[in-house]
């Protein structure tokens, strides 16, 4: 009777540790093919470098986005040190790396309206970091080659045998638009290429954001790397639970933490503030409460 008592218990305990053990490894990496993956990336593949890092390194915290995107759309009439401020001032729970997209409301709002997207964009590149890299370098080659991607007054375009696109000037990043339905297609007879993908939104980046990033952020493309904040990305799917970037320039609000009450005032951007840079023209200033203003060039 004792034995098969100590048998059942045995059995008891093994079980509980299986199931821990599973829930630990969680559920397996994702696999995606080729063929998708340049589809994943295809809308983000033609942005300069350091954004292009930066959203990718977001895209792997699915759960920030949406509320990022909408402190970013309330709070899009500050700029520069006066952002950076309200930033760190509000002390946001949202890691750095998607504090870092708040100059850009404009991509968080890409981000936010297709999260099935971000989410797979995050989930592939946690799992498989040098195949995402591969494909958007399959991409811009494809876009280089029909001429559609080249370098112009805003963006240095290199030839290879990695493709890098870097801003002219690095505290001004631009938001390229783009159709991936016409730019890494044959373009048809008589079609002007050099207006394929336009150039008219950037964000004015400068020393401010230095602390989320911005200062030393890039792509080691042959060592298939991501740098932000002058440190290699290791998030990976095996370690996403605990792995945390450094970042000492950023205070992360600890367990229990709650915010302080908003200082600022919320304005949402107007319809055509929104429509602007999706359409990649410079956005409109227009009069609000508070004065004049414009979106950060």
Same mark, same amino acid.
């Given at each position: 009777?004792?034995?098969?008592?100590? =048998?059942?218990?045995?059995?008891v305990?093994?079980? *509980?540790?299986?199931?821990?053990?599973?829930?630990?490894?969680? %559920?397996?990496p994702?696999s995606?093919?080729?063929?998708?993956?340049?589809?994943?990336? $295809?809308? !983000?593949?033609?942005?300069?470098?350091?954004?292009?890092?930066?959203?990718?390194? =977001? $895209?792997?915290?699915?759960?920030?986005?949406?509320?990022?995107?909408?402190?970013?759309?309330?709070?899009?009439y500050?700029?520069?040190?006066?952002?950076?401020?309200? !930033?760190?001032?509000?002390?946001? %729970?949202?890691?750095?790396?998607?504090?870092?997209?708040?100059?850009f409301?404009?991509?968080?709002?890409?981000?936010?309206?297709?999260?099935r997207?971000?989410?797979?964009?995050g989930? $592939?590149?946690?799992?498989?970091?040098?195949?995402v890299?591969? =494909?958007?370098?399959?991409?811009? $080659?494809?876009?280089?080659?029909?001429?559609y991607?080249?370098?112009?007054?805003q !963006?240095?375009?290199?030839?290879?045998?990695? !493709?890098?696109?870097?801003?002219?000037?690095?505290?001004?990043?631009?938001? %390229?638009?783009?159709?991936?339905?016409?730019?890494?297609?044959?373009?048809?007879? *008589?079609?002007?290429?050099?207006?394929?993908?336009r150039?008219?939104?950037?964000?004015?980046i400068?020393?401010?954001?230095?602390?989320?990033?911005?200062? @030393?952020?890039?792509?080691?493309?042959g060592?298939?790397?991501?740098?932000l904040?002058?440190?290699?990305?290791?998030?990976?799917?095996?370690?996403?639970?605990?792995?945390?970037?450094?970042?000492?320039?950023?205070?992360?609000? @600890?367990?229990?933490?709650v915010?302080?009450?908003e %200082?600022?005032?919320l304005?949402p951007?107007?319809?055509?503030?929104?429509?602007?840079?999706?359409?990649?023209? =410079?956005?409109?200033?227009e009069?609000?409460?508070?004065?004049?203003?414009?979106?950060?060039?």
């Amino acid at each position: 009777m004792l034995r098969k008592r100590n =048998a059942v218990v045995a059995l008891v305990v093994w079980t *509980g540790l299986a199931a821990a053990s599973a829930f630990a490894q969680g %559920p397996p990496p994702p696999s995606f093919p080729p063929q998708q993956l340049d589809q994943l990336v $295809a809308r !983000i593949a033609l942005y300069p470098d350091p954004l292009l890092a930066q959203v990718m390194a =977001a $895209a792997t915290y699915p759960n920030d986005i949406p509320p990022a995107a909408q402190w970013a759309d309330e709070h899009h009439y500050l700029t520069g040190q006066a952002l950076a401020n309200a !930033i760190q001032g509000d002390q946001l %729970p949202w890691d750095p790396s998607v504090q870092a997209l708040l100059p850009f409301p404009s991509v968080l709002d890409m981000m936010n309206s297709d999260m099935r997207w971000t989410t797979d964009l995050g989930n $592939a590149f946690l799992a498989q970091q040098q195949d995402v890299m591969d =494909a958007v370098q399959r991409q811009r $080659a494809i876009a280089q080659r029909y001429g559609y991607l080249r370098s112009n007054g805003q !963006i240095l375009v290199s030839g290879g045998p990695y !493709i890098t696109i870097a801003p002219v000037n690095p505290g001004y990043v631009v938001v %390229p638009y783009y159709d991936p339905a016409v730019v890494f297609f044959a373009p048809r007879p *008589g079609f002007f290429v050099g207006g394929g993908i336009r150039f008219g939104f950037g964000v004015s980046i400068g020393g401010f954001f230095a602390p989320w990033g911005w200062g @030393g952020v890039r792509f080691d493309w042959g060592g298939h790397g991501v740098f932000l904040n002058g440190a290699r990305w290791d998030r990976r799917w095996d370690n996403r639970a605990v792995y945390v970037h450094p970042y000492p320039g950023i205070r992360r609000p @600890g367990p229990g933490f709650v915010r302080p009450a908003e %200082p600022h005032r919320l304005e949402p951007r107007s319809a055509p503030e929104r429509s602007a840079p999706r359409e990649g023209r =410079a956005a409109p200033r227009e009069a609000h409460r508070g004065g004049e203003r414009g979106e950060r060039r």
